[in-house]
């Protein structure tokens, strides 16, 4: 499940937030009659299309491995799951749908029709986004339920819907998806840039996307502040593993970095009474700590959890600078930074997203551990005893690594198509489906 996931979660973001950064560019062509801005449309539009189409295959996958290799959870809770599932396939059928008008539709729909078109396709993608957040915080704060001799015998949707933590599970994952697409579309043009082609198509290519991620950093720090709170409130002591929490009290230090061996952290650097500031903004704030469980309640490979997570909080940070420093030369200059230290890290903004969105999951799906829903059903319970599991690992191995290179050398046959950027050969027809018909003259046209 981690394997898919985490190839998938990719392509997810992509379906969240591209469509969003393709109308953008698409709403400046139009209102500037901005030919330029027009053309990355359209080219990321192609993109766009290839990669719904890789994410409905693993999508798929995931699907079957919720009944495969959790028949425990969905025995109990498929009623329950059922419902933001259901609506996130919903929601994903009205995404492909409107994907494969609004590709066929340039040349043939004028221009504020085609662009109307698009909408809907990046909010059913924030639709999904909220289905399947909804499903997975549900398993961090389950609620509105009723269960009866082991089985669910009543479902409210809404408690599951907006569960407690919906509240900051939710907004956290969308602005990740938006970051980890602004930064990484971001990069390719960055380093197109450093390249030398300093032409506008770069650019703006570099800009839109950039401008996207760049606002948006700042506001993830501030949700993600408040989600480590809630955390703290509602699984301390999935807390207590990210920060190292080793037993509960007052004036609770935290540790950057650093390993977990035995009860003991070696090697971190100790900064007096941050948690205890963190959570309740006093030192004397009490934090519970490992020690309130017995070992096995606790989540397993707790330096790993309290890595990840303090790899997530430094690369937010350095995104943040890069954005820092594109807005004070913008302040100043009207224009990009010429310095190549600049789109070094710009390029590097790209792979740090993807990295801090990784390891957020990580965070969550790891430190919920032992539990697969919180504090009622163990993973050992929903999990399958059935054996080809190793076998069916190696095929989605496999599986995927098709997929990925597929995809990437499809892209790369795009680029190639595009490298010489604006100054390309026209291309002909559209996107996808054939090209539109011309009509033959029949001699009354206007001159």
Known sequence: MATTLGFHIILACFGIAFPAVVLVAEFRGLSRSDEVAMLLARRWSQVLGVLVAVGAVTGTVLSFEMGLLW???????????????????????????????????????????????????????????????????????PGGFTLSHGRVVAVDPWQVFFNRATLYETPHMI?????????????????????????????????????????????????????????????????????????????????????YVNGKVYFGLRIPYADSLLVGFKPSTKVTGLNSVAAAGRPPAITLIHLSFDAMIGLAFLLLLAGLWALLVWRRRR???????????????????????????????????????????????????????????????????VLGVATLIILRMLARRWRRGPHAEPEAGVPYGPPAERREPTGREPA
């Open 335 to 401: 224009a990009l930074p010429r310095q190549q230290w600049f789109w070094w890290l710009a390029i590097a903004c790209g792979p740090a997203a993807l990295v801090a969105m990784e390891c957020g999951w990580i965070v969550t799906e790891v430190g919920r551990q032992p539990w697969v829903v919180y504090q009622l059903m163990t993973t050992s319970q929903a999990a399958t005893t059935n054996g080809g599991v190793t076998g069916t690992l190696t095929a989605v191995i496999i599986l995927y690594a």
């Open 175 to 259: 602005l990740a998806a938006y970051m980890v697409v602004g930064f990484m579309v971001a990069a390719v043009y960055a380093a197109g840039i450093l390249k030398g082609h300093r032409d506008r198509y770069h650019r703006l290519g570099f800009g839109i996307p950039f401008t996207i991620g760049a606002i948006l950093t700042p506001i993830q720090i501030f949700v993600g502040d408040t989600a480590a709170r809630a955390i703290a409130s509602a699984q301390p002591v999935k807390f207590a593993a990210i920060e190292y929490v080793t037993r509960t009290g007052r004036d609770v230090p935290e540790y950057l970095g650093g390993f």
């Open 71 to 141: 028949p425990g959870l969905m025995r109990t809770y498929g009623a329950v799951l059922g419902v933001p599932f259901g609506f996130e396939g919903i929601f994903f059928f009205l995404e492909a749908i409107f994907t494969g008008i609004y590709l066929y539709g340039w040349q043939r729909l004028p221009g504020w029709m085609h662009f109307y078109t698009g909408i809907p396709i990046a909010v059913t993608g924030l639709g999904g986004a909220v289905a399947v957040m909804a499903a997975n915080s549900w398993m961090n704060s």
